[in-house]
């Protein structure tokens, strides 16, 4: 059950940095689904496309991220390189 082990500690990662994360609601809600579907596998056991879907979200947060579509609001990373948040 190592997939599956895999699948939600990747799982847990993403929706603890996602509470952090704003900005654009196209990108957002990918991730979301993405998020959703690879929980809906897991239910189901079957762990390969639940692993596929949360590295789908994973790179849809860091391409946002890269992009500056999204930002990072938690003050833990305030000042680290790689914030993409904009001043107002």
């Known amino acids: 059950m190592e997939l599956k082990e895999e699948t939600e500690k990747w799982l847990r990662r993403l929706k603890e940095k996602l509470s952090e994360v704003k900005g654009d609601k196209g990108f957002l809600e990918n991730i979301r689904a993405y998020t959703s579907d690879s929980e809906f596998f897991l239910a189901k056991s ?18 946002g991220l890269e992009l500056g579509k999204l930002y990072e609001t938690g003050s833990a990373h305030a000042g680290e390189q790689g914030d993409h948040r904009e001043d107002p």
């Open 46 to 63: 079957d762990f390969i496309r639940a692993f596929e879907c949360v590295i789908w979200a994973w790179a849809w947060l860091e391409i």
